[in-house]
């Protein structure tokens, strides 16, 4: 029997999870936070990971497992496979998804200094759009858990970050 959550209230969990740890558990402390959201999600991609790999023979080598990662471990979570995969050949990998589901509904433009749509002036729009920035960047660090998560069961430790330049696409590194 295959289990499956609809995807708009999986987005919902995600964003209320960052939301509740950034504003009410961890307000006054954001590092504490990002570290509290990328720890939920390395358990949870160490243990999909387990799941996925559960009839696979190991790895022969990180290539490998990384290709996992791009193609399999991802299109189970996103329904897509990752849709570019660079490589330096000294360990570093660079997982680019054009159109990555948790961030189509966010925009750092929306926050751009747009003062017809925004009647308090109060705020500067750099400032706004700082902190838009930084609360896309706060719900990214879930997504990098999980990845994280997943390849340090594989056997491949590892740090990973994502950049966002321009949304929804993000690329994990």
């Known amino acids: 029997m295959v289990r499956e959550v609809s995807e708009s209230c999986l987005d919902s969990v995600v964003r209320e999870m960052v939301s ?10 954001p590092d504490l936070a990002a570290r509290r959201i990328e720890a939920i ?27 996992f990662i791009c193609k399999d471990f991802w299109s189970n979570l996103f329904k897509k496979q990752i849709d570019n995969l660079r490589t330096n050949h000294r360990g570093t990998f660079v997982l680019q998804d054009n159109k990555f589901r948790w961030l189509t509904r966010m925009s750092i433009d929306s926050f751009t200094d747009n003062s017809s749509s925004v009647e308090d002036n109060s ?40 950049d966002i330049s321009t949304l929804p696409a993000c690329a994990c590194l």
Do not use: W
Request: aromatic letters at 12%; glycine letters at 6%; charged letters at 15%.
């Open 41 to 67: 999600g390395y358990q949870i991609g160490f243990q999909l990971s387990e799941r996925y790999t559960m009839e696979r023979p190991p790895f022969n080598d990180n290539l490998e497992a990384i290709k």
């Open 123 to 162: 705020v500067p729009a750099t400032e706004n759009k700082a902190a838009h920035a930084h609360a896309v960047n706060m719900h990214l660090y879930f997504p990098c858990g999980i990845i994280r998560g997943a390849l340090s069961n594989l056997g491949i430790p590892c740090a990973v970050s994502a």
């Open 20 to 29: 509740c740890y950034c504003n009410v558990f961890y307000a006054d402390k």
